[in-house]
């Protein structure tokens, strides 16, 4: 894949004068057909060899088009509140909306390229990077994004001759580092570990390896496909028949697969007296406080979901979760219907955005499941848009995990009878009323679709490291117990090891 990359390609001056304002004028077209459009976005991963011109082809292309609707990002070390979070945090913060052009120097394969030149990564790490980038870019395609990956690339010798040539000129001697005659050293060593990285990641979203000795050359190519991707995303179509979609994914309740047994077999009939409630209550609330203010929970965070039925009892359960916390320490996120904003970007960008950093708490007030509960039930995803849901979940949910986050979730289950005496109860209290809208009623009249796609839920994404808690909630003293007594447990867990 790269030896051909090797050898001398070359622009003469007057081809490049002859070529350049044709392509500029399409570009700039291109782009604004773009941001009229609201599709997309088109992302530009530029990567390579260490003094193949990345920088001044980012450069370019800024000048060549609108900089206003481009974001340029170059991605190091983790500093700050990057490295307090997990890896992909900070590709998310960086995503452009739709409409819009970002481009990335490196991107999420810094820390690929980065730990292969210190040796401080083994195959099987490197194999588990390689597949969960390869999963990260379908995703990222799925939502509509153009991913255009570009790895610009120079032969040793070459690569050599441009150090040297950077090194010499005493205005861009500065752009040479310690690090980059340290790749220069290894280059042998690499070239078979870059090979193997763009193979191994071409399947969904394939590089272009561009010759980047003549800068000339290495311009216009890279310009002329992402001219080729700007078209192409400007013309590509998300559209939907939303009433279509809700036929195909409702189903009676006489078809009703067994698996509902999850929900309909919880024991309603638990119940706490007020005294035991108020007792362990104060345990419980008391250990919770005990385990967040302890020193070893600097090196974790915790992230809480709280899914469930209407009038399932949410935010009584959370009150008394935040009645132990520091205010300073926790941020509840109440999720409803996507902004603006947010619909502009992909799926799970809104949840990515509210990720914690260590010690720090996020409780959500419904969640990312969403999409795998009223946005299926109600034909506002397509299936296959939520049917894919399930592993991109599965996937970011390791991804908290795996940087420290204890993650504890829970369903809240009332009996159909106890929601229908909710709901009046509500109507009939005045400083209640505000909690029952017709979204609820509506909502109840499907209440065998959304028990199926809760259990189907559950089951495809309880995992080890991220299992469902399901809370039997008829009675609210007995559910705000256990979900306290988890979080403590799980807790107990985390900072036990």
């Known amino acids: 894949?790269?030896?051909?990359?090797?050898?001398?390609?070359?622009?003469?001056?007057?081809?490049?004068?002859?070529?350049?304002?044709?392509?500029?004028?399409?570009?700039?077209?291109?782009?604004?057909?773009?941001?009229?459009?609201?599709?997309?976005?088109?992302?530009?991963?530029?990567?390579?060899?260490?003094?193949?011109?990345?920088?001044?082809?980012?450069?370019?292309?800024?000048?060549?088009?609108?900089?206003?609707?481009?974001?340029?990002?170059?991605?190091?070390?983790?500093?700050?509140?990057?490295a307090s979070r997990p890896l992909a945090w900070r590709y998310w913060q960086a995503m452009p909306p739709k409409g819009r052009l970002g481009i990335f120097m490196n991107g999420w394969y810094t820390e690929c390229l980065a730990v292969h030149q210190d040796s401080e990564i083994g195959d099987g790490a490197l194999e588990g990077r390689l597949h969960a980038i390869r999963r990260y870019e379908r995703m990222l395609m799925d939502e509509g994004a153009v991913l255009l990956k570009f790895w610009i690339h120079l032969s040793k010798a070459q690569q050599k001759q441009r150090l040297e040539e950077l090194d010499s000129d005493p205005q861009k001697t500065w752009r040479v580092t310690k690090r980059d005659w340290k790749a220069y050293r290894i280059y042998n060593k690499a070239h078979a570990f870059w090979e193997h990285l763009l193979r191994e990641t071409s399947a969904e979203a394939p590089w272009v390896v561009v010759p980047g000795a003549d800068e000339q050359y290495r311009h216009l190519t890279v310009g002329r496909a992402v001219l080729?991707?700007?078209?192409?995303?400007?013309?590509?179509?998300?559209?939907?028949?939303?009433?279509?979609?809700?036929?195909?994914?409702?189903?009676?309740?006489?078809?009703?697969?067994?698996?509902?047994?999850?929900?309909?077999?919880?024991?309603?009939?638990?119940?706490?007296?007020?005294?035991?409630?108020?007792?362990?209550?104060?345990?419980?609330?008391?250990?919770?406080?005990?385990?967040?203010?302890?020193?070893?929970?600097?090196?974790?965070?915790?992230?809480?979901?709280?899914?469930?039925?209407?009038?399932?009892?949410?935010?009584?359960?959370i009150r008394r979760v935040t009645g132990a916390l520091d205010a300073r320490q926790y941020v509840t996120v109440p999720v409803s219907a996507p902004t603006d904003e947010e619909k502009a970007h992909p799926y799970l960008w809104r949840f990515w955005r509210h990720v914690?950093?260590?010690?720090?708490?996020?409780?959500?007030?419904?969640?990312?499941?969403?999409?795998?509960?009223?946005?299926?039930?109600?034909?506002?995803?397509?299936?296959?848009?939520?049917?894919?849901?399930?592993?991109?979940?599965?996937?970011?949910?390791?991804q908290l995990v795996q940087a420290g986050t204890v993650l504890v979730k829970f369903w809240l289950q009332v009996s159909k009878e106890e929601q229908l005496r909710r709901f009046k109860a509500r109507e009939h209290t005045s400083f209640k009323r505000f909690k029952i809208t017709?979204?609820?009623?509506?909502?109840?009249?499907?209440?065998?679709?959304?028990?199926?796609?809760?259990?189907?839920?559950?089951?495809?994404?309880?995992?080890?490291?991220?299992?469902?808690?399901?809370?039997?909630?008829?009675?609210?003293?007995?559910?705000?117990?256990?979900?306290?007594?988890?979080?403590?447990?799980?807790?107990?867990r985390a900072l036990a090891r």
């Open 356 to 398: 914690p950093p260590l010690g720090g708490i996020r409780i959500f007030d419904r969640s990312w499941y969403g999409r795998v509960l009223v946005e299926r039930v109600e034909g506002f995803a397509a299936p296959a848009d939520w049917m894919r849901a399930y592993s991109e979940i599965n996937q970011f949910e390791d």
């Open 228 to 317: 080729a991707g700007l078209e192409a995303a400007a013309q590509a179509s998300r559209a939907r028949p939303k009433k279509a979609l809700a036929a195909r994914v409702t189903t009676s309740a006489a078809e009703l697969p067994d698996r509902t047994k999850l929900i309909r077999d919880l024991d309603f009939r638990r119940r706490l007296s007020e005294a035991a409630y108020s007792e362990q209550l104060d345990l419980w609330q008391g250990r919770l406080a005990e385990h967040t203010h302890a020193k070893r929970f600097r090196r974790h965070s915790l992230v809480l979901v709280f899914e469930g039925v209407d009038a399932a009892g949410k935010g009584g359960a």
């Open 438 to 492: 017709p979204d609820d009623w509506r909502n109840r009249k499907k209440w065998d679709d959304y028990e199926l796609a809760v259990c189907e839920m559950v089951e495809r994404t309880s995992t080890e490291i991220a299992s469902w808690t399901l809370v039997e909630a008829d009675d609210k003293r007995y559910a705000r117990i256990k979900v306290l007594q988890t979080i403590v447990e799980r807790l107990d």
């Open 1 to 82: 894949m790269l030896e051909s990359a090797e050898i001398e390609h070359s622009v003469s001056k007057a081809q490049y004068k002859r070529a350049l304002p044709d392509l500029r004028d399409k570009l700039l077209n291109a782009q604004y057909d773009l941001f009229r459009s609201g599709r997309g976005p088109v992302i530009v991963l530029l990567s390579g060899v260490e003094g193949a011109g990345r920088s001044e082809t980012a450069n370019h292309l800024t000048e060549w088009m609108d900089p206003r609707h481009i974001r340029v990002v170059a991605f190091g070390e983790p500093t700050g509140d990057e």
